[in-house]
């Protein structure tokens, strides 16, 4: 069994998940959603962190989400096709990923919450809920009024780049109030100038 470790391509673009790595992955993802029955459609921050910090090379948020669509594209072939499963590693693999992404649901308990629901969805790093981010969703709002598509693409968006663009429109905002007191007192100053500083014109 190869356990070659991660490495970077020579033009520094891919990383090489060993066959550990995979074990690694998979057997966290059990740990943390172990309250909910399968198949497991989202994966919480705090697990792909958690699955960062246990790897011997420090991959991405990205390249770990990327890697575990591809974990569970890899079970649904070897589902539909048991053919597929042609060694040692590729029996663990199936069995480990059956219990994330099976069919069959098994028996769990009630009630019981995990830090994966309703967090990341399996089609990108983003969020499900966007009332955390009120400027940023209000702007987007008034331009595109009529148009539901960006509420679903924003989701998939990761959530601190959200909160930074959040961010920038709470700056800007407060740039926009800054400006708007500083027009009424040059509108004030430039007044009295042009009056004399004798009272007002025309109700000003």
């Known amino acids: 069994m190869s356990t070659t470790p991660p490495s970077t391509a020579p033009n520094g673009r891919s990383r090489v998940f060993s066959e550990s790595d995979e074990i690694q992955i998979l057997k966290c993802l059990i ?82 919450k995990s830090e994966d629901q309703g967090a990341i969805e399996m089609g990108g790093d983003g969020v499900e809920k966007l009332d955390k981010f009120p400027y940023l969703v209000a702007e987007f709002s008034k331009v595109l009024p009529e148009n539901e598509v960006w509420k679903q693409k924003m989701k998939r968006v990761e959530e601190e780049k959200l909160r930074k663009m959040d961010q920038e429109w709470v700056m800007l905002k407060v740039e926009e109030a800054k400006l708007v007191a500083k027009k009424a007192e040059l509108i004030q100053q430039q007044i009295m ?3 004399g500083g004798n009272g007002s014109a025309n109700g000003v």
Do not use: C, Y
């Open 31 to 112: 740990r943390a959603t172990k309250s909910i029955p399968p198949p497991i459609t989202t994966v919480g921050t705090s697990t792909i962190n958690r699955i960062i910090k246990r790897l011997d090379h420090r991959f991405t948020v990205s390249q770990i989400t990327d890697k575990i669509r591809r974990l569970r594209d890899k079970h649904h072939n070897h589902a539909r096709n048991r053919a597929l499963v042609r060694n040692h590693h590729d029996r663990r693999i199936f069995k480990l990923s059956k219990r994330i992404w099976g069919k069959k649901a098994t028996p769990r308990k009630k009630n019981s």
């Open 193 to 195: 100038e042009v009056m």
